[in-house]
């Protein structure tokens, strides 16, 4: 039986594939009694496992460190390894078999069900979230108890006529140490009933570019071993038992994503240009210094952001001046001249450092809030200053540059420079070299900064906007949290009002102004970020060439409108309308809402017309976004191809019309609709529904302007409370009938 489930999509692509269920070991646990004499041996049993998880454990960090394996690994696998030698997991069940006379598997379950509980009396969002780590932890230990090692099969799931042999994981949760395995196996996409954004499986799944859902709440229970089932990451759907149309429509999405990647490949060498002939600056975010090859294999233009606090995470000692100066070094040459922007010390909140433990003697009420980032490196000037030699050092090898990240105030920025200053002349009484003009700027990622910019450009030498922390702080969500996640919103007027206002500034003062958080990766914010005047990206690398490919097409579009403000021609070329439909669509993604089901119903026997690409493209975006608007709470938007062929009647109802063959483009909804005397009116210039302040009443006028220049013609059906149907037709270029069309199929009358 075929049926649908919604999640969260954390991971872009779409996997088709045979399920593979991994069981969940705290849910197979039984409770017997055991005689006081068996007590010793049931210890002992305990200790047994525990020793076994920590050697399995000690395996996965040295695989976790082999190239090609995501960074996040070794560091997720190394926080287990410290929950599993804390004595609340491996002293306190041992009293509880001696106390209650049970099993260890159910004293061991016992004990983190008490854990669980206090993590979910935790305000903070990202730490209550770690219980799941523990959950993981129990679960691996109660694997050995059981003799039951959790291992995923290398062989796939029957290979029938449509030979999926790739596999889909179905799982309660992952952990870290799970996904290791993955590497050399034939791994499709990740399903899991729990997890949020910042989960394990979501950080493993966008390192390893694999579609993943999480969040499904049901999904492990309902779905038997090897159904095939479809995993749409990009939407956030899952579907089981797919009906032969619905496999073959994403069999043909998957391989359009596929052949999109590999034509992504042709950008490497490609310059980012604005129209203007402005070049756009793409960097690459890095977490340690192996991440470097990543950056070179995507010819990133540098490090916009070298997070330092991995190198703090997940070991006991702190590490030397010396081993960070190899580690910046390193980087720095690498990179051979290219600029390389290293973030001072982000260590609390959601990052912690066992290296650091015990430093802060209160437990923060709200740790995204308290002691962390530049507060915490100004309370311990050792450590900073420590870190700002290094840095330094580094600069005579490469284009360093030095980011301090969380200001607030203006007594931080002068208590940084002034260290800064300190550790120079420490390296000078050492006689070590370094860049004297190294740059020192500052992340904006508070709103109180954002608001007060001017004190910052004149303190500082360039900005980088942290969107992630920016937009959280200043909307007052956590998007961790799934019961307010949906309210996380990047395109509210208020945190667009926000980033225009701070790149405007920083421009009129001439200073570089970079973004680094997520939407500096999120093609579809590319074309808003480049009207707001930014000119300088950092992401993650895998991210990069689509970006590139963004502005690219910004650039197009850009060129088309101007094309037509002023009366020019334009690139009109023999072309196929489902290729447009599909290129209009990828430019959509995140526009829509979740709220809006989209159906495409292309017809693949469309003979070749003579348009624009870019014109077009315009038109059916601003027709989709049009479709958007008319359904605030939801609905229906459904996009088809057809043939029609118009006779002598239906051409004298079109304008310019000649009877004979035409390719149809559709766009309809199920939203509020028009009267007739809005109908009437839709095509006028300047003429709107919406809102002051929220539309121009250009862009129908533009379109049907667009359209008719390519020959074609538009017209529009709408009832109040029906919806609206917009059909646009071109004429076909080609003079003899195709066979397709002899046989009528999909021919519109």
């Known amino acids: 039986m075929s049926f649908t489930l919604h999640g969260l999509a954390v991971s872009q692509g779409i996997a088709i594939g045979r399920a593979h269920l991994v069981s969940h070991a705290t849910l197979e646990v039984a409770h017997y009694s055991v005689?006081?004499?068996?007590?010793?041996?049931?210890?002992?049993?305990?200790?047994?496992?525990?020793?076994?998880?920590?050697?399995?454990?000690?395996?996965l960090t040295a695989e976790a460190g082999t190239p090609g394996?995501?960074?996040?690994?070794?560091?997720?696998?190394?926080?287990?390894?410290?929950?599993?030698?804390?004595?609340?997991?491996?002293?306190?069940?041992?009293?509880?078999?001696?106390?209650?006379?049970?099993?260890?598997?159910?004293?061991?379950?016992?004990?983190?069900?008490?854990?669980?509980?206090?993590?979910?009396?935790?305000?903070?969002?990202?730490?209550?979230?770690?219980?799941?780590?523990?959950?993981?932890?129990?679960?691996?230990?109660?694997?050995?108890?059981?003799?039951?090692?959790?291992?995923?099969s290398r062989q796939g799931g029957k290979a029938g006529k449509d030979d999926l042999a790739e596999l889909v994981i179905v799982a309660h949760d992952l952990s870290p140490a799970d996904t290791i395995q993955f590497k050399s196996l034939k791994i499709a996409g990740f399903v899991t009933d729990l997890g949020g954004a910042t989960s394990h499986t979501a950080i493993v799944a966008r390192s390893l570019a694999i579609p993943a859902v999480v969040g499904l709440h049901h999904a492990r229970p309902l779905i038997s071993e090897k159904d095939l089932i479809i995993v749409d990451g990009t939407r956030g759907v899952l579907i089981v038992d797919p009906d032969a149309r619905v496999l073959e429509e994403y069999r043909l999405r998957k391989r359009e994503l596929e052949l999109e990647r590999s034509k992504l490949k042709r950008l490497k060498t490609a310059r980012a240009m604005t129209l203007d002939n402005v070049e756009v600056s793409l960097q690459a975010n890095i977490e340690l210094p192996q991440d470097i090859e990543q950056v070179k294999a995507v010819a990133a233009d540098g490090v916009g952001l070298f997070r330092t606090e991995f190198l703090f995470m997940n070991r006991d000692t702190l590490p030397s001046e010396d081993e960070q100066f190899e580690a910046y070094r390193q980087v720095a040459k690498a990179l051979a001249g290219k600029p390389v922007t290293i973030r001072t010390l982000d260590i609390g909140a959601d990052k912690e450092a066992r290296a650091l433990a015990g430093r802060v003697e209160r437990q923060a009420p709200n740790p995204a809030l308290g002691l962390r980032a530049i507060r915490y490196c100004l309370a311990e000037p050792q450590i900073f200053l420590a870190q700002l030699?290094?840095?330094?050092?580094?600069?005579?090898?490469?284009?360093?540059?030095?980011?301090?990240?969380?200001?607030?105030?203006?007594?931080?920025?002068?208590?940084?420079?002034?260290?800064?200053?300190?550790?120079?002349?420490?390296?000078?009484?050492?006689?070590?070299?370094f860049d004297e003009t190294v740059a020192i700027g500052g992340m904006i990622e508070i709103p109180?900064?954002?608001?007060?910019?001017?004190?910052?450009?004149?303190?500082?030498?360039?900005?980088?906007?942290?969107?992630?922390?920016?937009?959280?702080?200043?909307?007052?969500?956590?998007?961790?949290?799934?019961?307010?996640?949906?309210?996380?919103?990047?395109?509210?007027?208020?945190?667009?009002?926000?980033?225009?206002?701070?790149?405007?500034?920083?421009?009129?003062?001439?200073?570089?102004?970079?973004?680094?958080?997520?939407?500096?990766?999120?093609?579809?914010?590319?074309?808003?970020?480049?009207?707001?005047?930014?000119?300088q990206f950092s992401m993650h690398p895998s991210q990069l060439l689509e970006v590139k490919q963004a502005a690219d097409r910004?650039?197009?579009?850009?060129?088309?409108l101007l094309a037509f403000a002023r009366g020019g021609k334009y690139d009109i070329r023999p072309s196929n309308l489902n290729g447009v439909i599909n290129e209009s669509l990828k430019l959509l993604a995140g526009t829509l809402d979740k709220s809006i089901i989209i159906e495409t119903r292309l017809n693949d026997s469309l003979p070749t017309v003579e348009i624009d690409v870019g014109q077009i493209q315009q038109v059916l975006v601003n027709l989709c976004v049009n479709a958007r608007d008319a359904m605030p709470g939801g609905g229906r938007l459904t996009i088809q191809s057809s043939l029609a062929r118009l006779s002598e009647g239906d051409a004298r109802s079109q304008v310019d019309a000649k009877p004979g063959w035409f390719a149809v483009m559709a766009v309809s909804d199920t939203g509020v609709g028009m009267d007739g005397a809005t109908k009437g009116r839709i095509f006028e210039p300047f003429f709107t529904t919406k809102e002051e302040g929220c539309g121009t009443g250009l862009g129908l006028y533009i379109s049907k302007n667009l359209i008719e220049s390519a020959g074609g013609s538009i017209s529009v059906e709408s009832e109040p409370g029906r919806g609206t149907s917009f059909r646009v037709i071109f004429p076909d270029l080609e003079s003899r009938e195709p066979e397709s069309k002899k046989t009528d199929k999909g021919v519109e009358p």
């Open 69 to 152: 394996s995501p960074s996040e690994l070794a560091a997720l696998v190394n926080v287990h390894a410290m929950f599993l030698d804390d004595p609340m997991l491996a002293e306190v069940p041992k009293e509880l078999i001696r106390a209650r006379l049970c099993n260890a598997e159910w004293a061991l379950v016992q004990q983190m069900d008490q854990l669980v509980a206090q993590f979910d009396e935790i305000d903070d969002s990202y730490l209550r979230e770690r219980k799941q780590d523990i959950v993981q932890v129990v679960e691996r230990v109660l694997r050995a108890l059981l003799g039951q090692p959790r291992r995923i």
């Open 389 to 433: 030699r290094a840095i330094l050092r580094a600069s005579n090898f490469g284009k360093v540059q030095i980011l301090v990240p969380m200001l607030a105030h203006v007594t931080e920025i002068t208590q940084t420079l002034a260290m800064v200053e300190q550790a120079k002349q420490q390296l000078r009484e050492r006689r070590c070299k």
């Open 554 to 560: 910004a650039a197009e579009l850009t060129a088309q």
């Open 35 to 59: 005689r006081e004499r068996d007590v010793p041996r049931e210890i002992a049993r305990f200790e047994e496992a525990l020793a076994t998880v920590r050697a399995e454990l000690g395996v």
């Open 448 to 535: 109180a900064a954002a608001l007060c910019l001017g004190v910052f450009v004149k303190r500082l030498q360039f900005l980088s906007i942290g969107t992630n922390d920016l937009i959280q702080y200043l909307l007052a969500i956590d998007r961790t949290d799934e019961s307010v996640a949906h309210l996380y919103d990047p395109l509210h007027p208020a945190v667009l009002r926000l980033l225009a206002q701070v790149i405007q500034t920083a421009r009129k003062a001439e200073m570089p102004i970079a973004v680094c958080g997520e939407l500096a990766g999120d093609p579809a914010m590319t074309h808003l970020l480049l009207g707001m005047g930014l000119r």
